[in-house]
């Protein structure tokens, strides 16, 4: 296992902890956006970050002043190179509760979009790419799974992140 790889599995939990806490009194409630990205072959756009561990859909937190819609324009440009062509579909907003009882995740289907090419990896993604829907990767979340079969309607949609 690289070292980077051991480092972050180790520290995981306890800077998940540390960037909560912050979050908590900095911002009372954390909002975030995710995009379950679909491409013409139906395949799914994930993403990998450096500081925590598994395969994720594209999207972050919604920053003061800014709404859900424009926090998830900026972060599917910053992580994928996507730039939304159309608004894309409100699919739900989930309480995240296993990460903390003030975090929601509202999240968007994206099917009209661009990308002029793939991102270039950096330190906050290590790596990124379509997927096929019935082979995602291994280490791919719960929480990402379970929006992604709801959104292809394999799956009752749920009222919390996992």
């Given at each position: ?7 972050r ?14 979050w ?6 954390t909002?975030?956006a995710?995009g ?6 139906g395949?799914?756009f ?7 561990s598994?395969w994720?859909?594209p999207?972050?937190g919604?920053?003061v002043?800014?709404?859900f819609?424009?926090?998830?324009r ?7 190179r ?14 995240n ?6 975090d929601h ?9 661009r990308?002029?090419r ?7 993604i290590?790596?990124?790419?379509f ?5 995602l990767?291994e280490?791919t979340?719960?929480?990402t799974?379970?929006r ?15």
């Amino acid at each position: 296992m690289p070292a980077l790889q051991t480092l972050r599995v180790r520290f995981e939990p306890v800077l998940r902890r540390l960037f909560h806490l912050y979050w908590r009194f900095a911002r009372g409630m954390t909002l975030g956006a995710r995009g379950v990205v679909l491409d013409a072959q139906g395949r799914v756009f994930l993403i990998k970050h450096s500081y925590v561990s598994g395969w994720h859909l594209p999207g972050g937190g919604v920053e003061v002043g800014e709404t859900f819609l424009d926090a998830l324009r900026r972060e599917l440009v910053e992580e994928g190179r996507i730039e939304l062509t159309e608004d894309p579909e409100l699919h739900g907003i989930f309480l995240n509760s296993h990460v903390s009882p003030r975090d929601h995740v509202a999240v968007y289907v994206v099917r009209k979009y661009r990308q002029d090419r793939a991102p270039a990896l950096n330190f906050e993604i290590v790596e990124s790419g379509f997927f096929d829907v019935a082979t995602l990767p291994e280490e791919t979340t719960v929480g990402t799974r379970l929006r992604i079969a709801e959104v292809l309607g394999n799956e009752p949609r749920r009222l919390t992140w996992r």
